[in-house]
């Protein structure tokens, strides 16, 4: 009943529709051009390695974003924390094929249980904290858990895990194409069930959905679990695919915020947004790095970015998150007027 | 057996005791009137029953079980409803959203589907005049209308006990005289209220017993015609004002 | 035993430096509603200028404060009013995620100004301390602690004794009161922004002193920031100084624990920070939010 992409204009949704169907059948046929059949048989090569890597860290961010999307759009929780999820979807892999010598697709099958847990163990205490208090909270888990992984001397301590190299640039696309698929498709039955409807009452107004008999605590954790898979999944993908990991790789808080740009800036609450978002802020980003002298300009060139769009449009920052855009002089004005003192 | 008992129901804040030793009954089909001047501690007794607050003294029976500390959504599941009297509706719902969400999650019995929920929330709406503005977004109601869906809100969880809490402050005379009408169409349905209001007409209309909180203590409890003539509750609650113009009436 | 004292002592002299990062942090907070994840950043910032003026001019890094204060009030006042304003009246999260980019700007043109080398101000007395028995105590920790409660008085004045601080308290209170009495409330946010952005300086100074610094040494500095906050209580300035204590006490002594070590001060850090909210909301001597 409560689905904001129902409220576009119809044309505008089935031309949104049509595009999508189109870039989806290119990002899922185009890897099949790689393979030694597709090329004896004459086919163009649509893809090299640079598409893949990007594509699939396109992709590995379309799950995080969706999975922080669950708590944080879905449930009005602002996680901070959800990369100790990743993080420890990432080492359990790690752990689990360089030390113990599991084969990957059996660790990958373990991934999502370890943070899963971790966050039914948090979940508790703090996800009754608000504001604030829970942004701050779960960025400390984020950090927190990254030192105590970069101290424990098995998980490799400040060196890092080494997994056996596996080359293929098809299998990690594919798996995280899947993970995406699932990240998405996880949000659209959510959004569709009752247990979507009590988030949605939690986020909106947590005392009223208490009292109409919403089991809040219960749902808060449930969803927080549900991130925490699936981010788990991401990073257990990511452990095998990039074949090393330590703390900085996969603990960086600074993905964390990127994750939650992504799926604010493509419309929180909303099953697609965080796909939109996602895509579009990754590219913005890939061509920042491409364009020059790697990462600190193109954290610069970040920054600068969203400081003029706070400067010029500050309520269309978060009107246009909120997916309630109406681009006009007067709007601008208007808007200046609101959020600044 | 009363339906909800209250014994010694203590509650501060800081150095506030908003509510002292309260104990009183609900009957089954009674409709009971809360009345008291600001800050008394109606909203905090509220409170206390839907178990937003923990007691710090005292406990609630809901048929002879006690519910002291447990949590809010299974209160609600047992049968209580209630209403904000400062509004909370669900912002980015439409009203039958809004109402269907009472009857998605306050049902004790069946899970409904989120189609069943809004069926249920049109016939509730109806009863409460807000079948035409059904389709509306909340932020386009009025307050008297989000005063109308809190109730409806609550009904569509079929509540044995409804608590209603300042629902008609702010309503003109017509408008008053339609909530009223609204509340004995509840009753007459079988929900036992509880309803906190500062309007005496409601009180005396529709109220078979009413009480009296005035600094977190039960001053006067009894027949509302009764407990409005109280000096006491006259010196406490409807201030100099009203009692000058009661002499001036018996003169 | 004398081991027990040692780790005390160092504990409330590490303490004080919390005092100072944590005072600016927690009148931003308190005033503007803003957790400033660049504070940090702003931190490190006055950390350079330190280090900047004893390299070239010799400088002794205790003299340098002034104008650790006066370089990141000038910064502060910009940044507020320029860019920070901008959301003050919008949702939490985007000031979050304002301040947290900031962060990054600052510190990505740290390293293009500074690169990611490690600097250090290391002075005549920067080895000595005064022996006591087997307790060691050594002057630079003595003068960064001490340095941290004048800036506290300083704090508590500025607020309690002077018309700025009135305007500051009111806005604080209640902005649109305090708008409708006159208070031109976007310089009174920017001035806020501003003393404590100077404050970060400061300490920014004080640990260039005793800790070689890099573009990203100010980020655990944020978290601690907040630990301290929560620690002691929002909303006064004792509760800072309090929390601030406690909190390097609890650090210094967490990490002479056997079974952990100097690796996990942001693991305390958070631990405290969780059983703190979830026990004791309002901190050791916060009121009532
Ligand atoms: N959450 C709270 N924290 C602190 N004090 C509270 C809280 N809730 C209520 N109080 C205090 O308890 C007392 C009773 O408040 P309450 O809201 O119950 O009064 P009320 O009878 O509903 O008044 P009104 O007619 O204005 O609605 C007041 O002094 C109020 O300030
Ligand atoms: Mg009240």
């Known amino acids: 009943m409560i689905a904001r992409e129902d409220r576009l204009p119809p044309r505008l949704r089935r031309s949104i529709f049509a ?68 993080g420890l979807g990432a080492y359990t892999v790690g752990a689990l094929v360089a030390n113990r010598g599991w084969p990957f697709g059996l660790a990958l099958l373990v991934a999502p249980i370890v943070p899963a847990l971790f966050a039914l163990v948090i979940g508790l205490p703090l996800l009754r904290l608000r504001g604030h208090y829970f942004a701050v909270a779960t960025l400390g888990v984020g950090v927190a858990t990254g030192e105590v992984v970069n101290n424990v001397g098995p998980l490799g301590a400040s060196t890092g895990l080494f997994l056996p190299i596996v080359r293929s640039d098809l299998l990690f696309f594919y798996l995280m194409l899947a993970a995406a698929g699932l990240a998405v498709l996880t949000t659209w039955v959510i959004l569709r069930t009752r247990f979507g409807y009590g988030l949605l009452a939690i986020r909106e107004n947590e005392e009223a959905a208490a009292v109409i008999g919403v089991n809040t605590n219960f749902y808060k954790v449930a969803a927080f679990c549900i991130a925490a898979a699936l981010s788990g999944i991401a990073g257990g993908i990511f452990a095998q695919w990039n074949s090393f990991i330590n703390q900085e790789l996969v603990f960086a808080v600074s993905d964390n915020v990127q994750m939650i740009l992504m799926a604010v800036l493509g ?46 449009i500050p309520r269309g920052v978060i009107d246009f998150f909120g997916g309630r855009s109406k681009l006009s002089l007067r709007y601008f004005r208007q808007t200046l007027r609101e959020t600044s003192a | 057996m009363s339906l909800l008992a209250l014994s010694d129901v203590s509650k501060r804040f800081g150095g506030v005791n908003a509510l002292a030793d309260v104990s009183f009954a609900v009957e089954p089909g009674d409709v009971l009137g809360i009345i008291g001047p600001n800050g008394a501690g109606k909203t905090t007794l509220l409170n206390c029953i839907s178990g937003l607050y923990h007691l710090d003294r005292g406990d609630i029976r809901w048929e002879s079980a006690s519910i002291r500390g447990l949590a809010p959504h299974r209160i609600a599941r047992l049968g209580i409803g209630r209403t904000f009297q400062i509004v909370r509706p669900f912002p980015s719902m439409t009203v039958r959203e809004n109402t269907a969400m009472g009857a998605l999650f306050g049902r004790p019995g069946a899970r409904l589907q989120p189609g069943a929920a809004l069926s249920e929330a049109d016939t509730v709406l109806d009863l409460v005049g807000l079948g035409e503005k059904r389709h509306y977004p909340v932020l386009r109601l009025t307050v008297p209308d989000r005063k109308r869906l809190e109730v409806a809100r609550a009904l569509a969880m079929r509540p044995r006990l409804l608590l209603l809490d300042e629902v008609m402050a702010g309503l003109n005379q017509v408008e008053i005289e339609q909530a009223l009408e609204m509340v004995r169409r509840v009753r007459d349905s079988g929900v036992t209220i509880v309803l906190i209001e500062h309007v005496m007409k409601v009180i005396v209309g529709v109220c078979k017993r009413a009480l009296v909180l005035n600094f977190g203590r039960i001053l006067v409890e009894g027949p509302p015609a009764d407990v409005l003539k109280d000096r006491r509750v006259i010196e406490a609650y409807l201030g100099q004002r009203y009692a000058r113009e009661q002499e001036r009436k018996e003169t | 035993m004398s081991q027990f004292i040692q780790q005390v002592i160092l504990g409330l002299l590490l303490g004080g430096v919390y005092v100072a990062v944590a005072l600016g942090f927690s009148l931003v907070w308190g005033i503007l509603n803003i957790v400033n994840l660049a504070h940090g950043a702003l931190v490190i910032v006055g950390a350079y200028v330190t280090w900047a003026l004893f390299t070239r001019w010799h400088i002794d890094p205790f003299l340098s404060l002034p104008v650790d204060a006066l370089v990141l009030f000038v910064i502060g006042y910009a940044l507020q009013r320029g860019v920070i304003n901008r959301l003050i009246r919008a949702p939490l999260l985007f000031t979050f995620l304002l301040t947290f980019r900031l962060n990054l700007v600052i510190v990505s043109l740290l390293l293009l100004i500074f690169t990611a080398d490690f600097r250090s101000v290391t002075t005549t007395y920067s080895g000595s301390g005064l022996e006591l028995g087997n307790v060691i105590i050594p002057y630079i920790r003595v003068g960064g602690l001490a340095v941290a409660l004048v800036l506290a008085g300083i704090l508590w004045a500025i607020l309690n004794r002077t018309r700025i601080g009135a305007a500051i308290l009111a806005v604080g209170a209640d902005r649109d009161a305090a708008q409708l009495v006159g208070v031109d409330l976007r310089h009174i946010y920017a001035l806020t922004f501003a003393i404590g952005a100077a404050f970060a300086g400061v300490a920014g100074g004080i640990i260039s002193t005793f800790q070689s610094i890099t573009p990203t040494a100010g980020d655990p500095y944020t978290l601690q920031a907040f630990a301290v906050v929560i620690l002691g209580g929002l909303g006064r300035v004792s509760a800072t100084v309090a929390g601030g204590l406690a909190f390097g006490l609890i650090e210094v002594l967490g990490q002479s624990a056997p079974w952990l070590g100097s690796g996990y001060a942001n693991a305390i850090a958070f631990v405290v920070l969780v059983v703190v909210l979830v026990v004791r909301p309002r901190g050791l001597l916060g009121r009532l939010a």
């Open chain 1, 19 to 86: 595009v999508t169907m189109v870039a989806l059948a290119y990002v899922i046929l185009a890897p099949l051009t790689s393979i030694d059949a597709a090329q004896q048989a004459g086919l163009p090569l649509l893809t090299d390695k640079v598409w893949f890597r990007i594509v699939t860290t396109v992709l590995m961010f379309v799950v995080l974003a969706s999975a922080w999307n669950i708590v944080g759009g879905l449930t009005g929780y602002a996680s901070f924390g959800n990369i100790a999820f990743f």
């Open chain 1, 267 to 312: 419309g929180a609450g909303t099953a697609l947004g965080p796909v939109a978002g996602a895509v579009v802020l990754e590219l913005i980003i890939q061509t920042l790095a491409g364009g020059g002298s790697g990462s600190v300009y193109s954290q610069i060139g970040l920054g600068i970015l969203l400081a003029v769009c706070v400067i010029f």
